[in-house]
């Protein structure tokens, strides 16, 4: 559990356009680390990058090295679906399997990959994942309800407890509270930083703040310019990146000068 | 009516300095659209009766003054867009109810001369060393129902597997060159596709091979891509959300599709489906060629001609017996007994849709 991702010179095409140019980090076991920058710089791009989520795009690609405890995720012969079961996903908008009932959808991930467990080991992982997304008591009688009948801020909840009963080393977040109000945001970010304690997170946000609040490394991304890559500008800790950043274009960002 | 029409002189006084108008416009009265109908009825009927004509022109002549009435009177109250609402509002409905009628009139006839026979004599009954009056069409029955359930056997899985990789799997040239067959095929006349399931089999068995299972073959033809089609739009609108965060659970791509891509969509797909069945069920000119006609019940879809309800009702109808009204009636009452079947699946698919649709109780 709870693993370190070393990226070396990463860049991600879709067909001949580079979206990303070589982002070089390293990210910490146990923190959270946040990952801003304006609309279009290729963080969410990045991110799926992580757990090769964007080859589901036709076209995309990638060069360069993710290498997750000494392994490269890129490797030849390395599965996607296996990168996948180590590195889980959560994702802007709330999106549990509507088919499903509240305890299906966090057992999906056993029983999609095939796990043969008995009825009690399913019952342990579901309230585990559910306790560990703090929803188990909100819905612990109505558990084969369907997971649509939730709230957003519950689905959203839903939904890390399915991303974490696969037991992933690494969890990522596409700006999981943008689709949620304040107090469903705080549930999220109270629940990061409980998680943290296992896992590795890497979230995107537009929220400054958000970043500010529950992260301990922050990475600013920009773009030069329509049409050209984006490019990690710096990354640090996240007080070093809110008081003293090394370059003014984060600086003028964080401020709000930016653009 | 004197409150909306008088001028509204004291709104005049708080009008604005600007010189803007007041927002507050004359309306009709709630019961304008039906007291204008029944104005509109009364008018035509009187110049209906005066030049003695029937129905028909009293219909119309009832459609045309109240669209002209009620819009003549919007106009006059409550202004130019309401007015032209009101009267593409009575066009619209005009047009629907000129839709339903060829319907309503296919219904009532078939249900009241199909009535004399619905009994139980019909449906126990072939036509062996029937003459004149009784049989029934037990065997047209059953062959109706083994040529569409071979066809739906074979249909389903190919239609469905073909709209999978269109929607999954296929993106290049070859996805294109399906869609455009797809839709070629839909167009077929289906008694070309009858011919061509009557000379796949004489090539293939020596000429005339005739047997339901050819017929099953012509249907199929006709079926598949209304199968595709439906199925394909289904899969689409899976929302791509969903196959992310089955993916990120790291699912293989298989996997995805058969445990939440297909359960997601199998309201639309089924519901399709039924439809495509009631469709081709109704089909007479490809088992008329491939299929055949005889007054005995057969089982066997693989040797043999077999009666199916839409060619009994044909051959009823164009070369009756002696007494002609016994082959009459029973060609009514297949008819109402084929559209019972296509009423019953539409329901059938009706209540899957329902049974399977993904539910948001709380």
Redesign the interface.
């Known amino acids: 559990m709870a693993k370190r991702i070393d990226v070396k010179d990463l860049d991600i095409y879709y067909g001949s356009f580079r979206a990303v140019r070589s982002v070089s980090m390293t990210i910490q076991p146990r923190a959270v680390t946040a990952l801003i920058g304006p609309s279009g710089c290729g963080k969410s791009t990045y991110l799926r990058a992580l757990n090769r989520m964007h080859e589901l795009i036709p076209s995309a690609r990638v060069e360069g090295k993710v290498v997750m405890d000494d392994q490269d995720l890129y490797a030849p012969g390395m599965d996607p679906v296996d990168v996948r079961k180590h590195v889980g996903m959560v994702f802007q908008r709330p999106n549990p399997f509507p088919t499903m009932s509240i305890y299906d959808n966090v057992a999906a991930g056993l029983r999609l990959n095939n796990k043969r467990l008995r009825k009690s080991e399913t019952d342990e992982v579901v309230e585990e994942s559910l306790r560990g997304a703090n929803l188990w008591e909100e819905v612990k009688d109505r558990l084969r309800k369907p997971g649509s009948g939730l709230s957003g801020g519950q689905q959203q909840r839903l939904c890390i407890a399915r991303a974490i009963a696969v037991r992933p080393d690494v969890l990522l977040m596409d700006e999981p509270c943008s689709a949620l109000d304040p107090i469903s945001t705080h549930a999220v970010e109270d629940l990061m930083a409980q998680l943290k304690e296992n896992y590795t997170i890497v979230i995107v946000t537009h929220n400054m703040q958000q970043a500010a609040r529950v992260s301990n490394y922050t990475g600013f991304f920009n773009i030069a310019g329509t049409g050209q890559p984006g490019e990690l500008v710096e990354i640090d800790e996240t007080p070093t990146i809110f008081s003293t950043p090394t370059h003014t274009a984060t600086e003028e960002y964080i401020s709000g000068r930016f653009g | 009516m004197s409150t909306t029409t008088s001028p509204p002189t004291p709104t005049e006084s708080v009008e604005p300095p600007n010189g803007t108008k007041s927002l507050v416009r004359g309306t009709l009265p709630r019961w304008a659209s039906w007291g204008a109908l029944g104005a509109a009825a009364v008018l035509a009927g009187l110049i209906v009766r005066l030049l003695g004509f029937g129905v028909t022109p009293f219909v119309l002549s009832t459609a045309v003054l109240y669209a002209i009435g009620i819009s003549g009177w919007s106009r006059w109250v409550e202004g130019g867009r309401k007015a032209t609402d009101r009267a593409f509002t009575a066009l619209v409905a005009s047009a629907f109810l000129l839709a339903l009628t060829p319907l309503v009139s296919v219904v009532v006839t078939v249900i009241s001369r199909g009535l004399d026979r619905f009994d139980g004599q019909f449906f126990t009954y072939s036509m062996r060393g029937v003459v004149g009056d009784g049989g029934g069409a037990y065997h047209a029955i059953m062959g109706t129902l083994i040529t569409s359930g071979l066809a739906t056997l074979m249909s389903v899985p190919i239609g469905l597997a073909t709209a999978i990789y269109l929607v999954e799997y296929g ?1 290049g040239r070859l996805s294109r060159a399906i869609t455009f067959f797809v839709d070629v095929m839909t167009g077929i006349p289906s008694i070309v596709a009858g011919l061509f399931a009557y000379a796949l089999f004489a090539l293939v068995f020596g000429p005339g091979t005739v047997n339901g299972f050819a017929g099953a073959v012509a249907l199929s033809v006709l079926m598949i891509p209304i199968v595709v089609r439906s199925s394909e739009e289904m899969l689409k609108i899976v ?1 791509d ?12 791509k298989w ?2 599709i058969v ?2 891509v297909l ?2 969509a199998v309201a639309g797909i089924s519901t399709g489906v039924t439809l495509a069945i009631a469709r081709v069920v109704g089909e007479t000119a490809p088992l008329l060629i491939a299929t055949g006609a005889t007054g005995s019940t057969n089982f066997n879809p693989f040797s043999g001609q077999m009666a199916t309800l839409s060619v009994f009702s044909y051959y009823e109808y164009a070369s009756p017996g002696v007494p002609v009204d016994p082959s009459l009636d029973r060609a009514w009452t297949a008819a109402l007994t084929l559209m019972l079947i296509v009423m019953v699946l539409n329901l059938v698919a009706r209540s899957i849709s329902l049974l399977f649709a ?5």
């Open positions: 993106h929302p959300d969903l196959r992310e965060a089955a993916f990120a659970l790291g699912t293989p996997k995805v445990r939440v359960p997601t993904p539910k948001a109780g709380r």
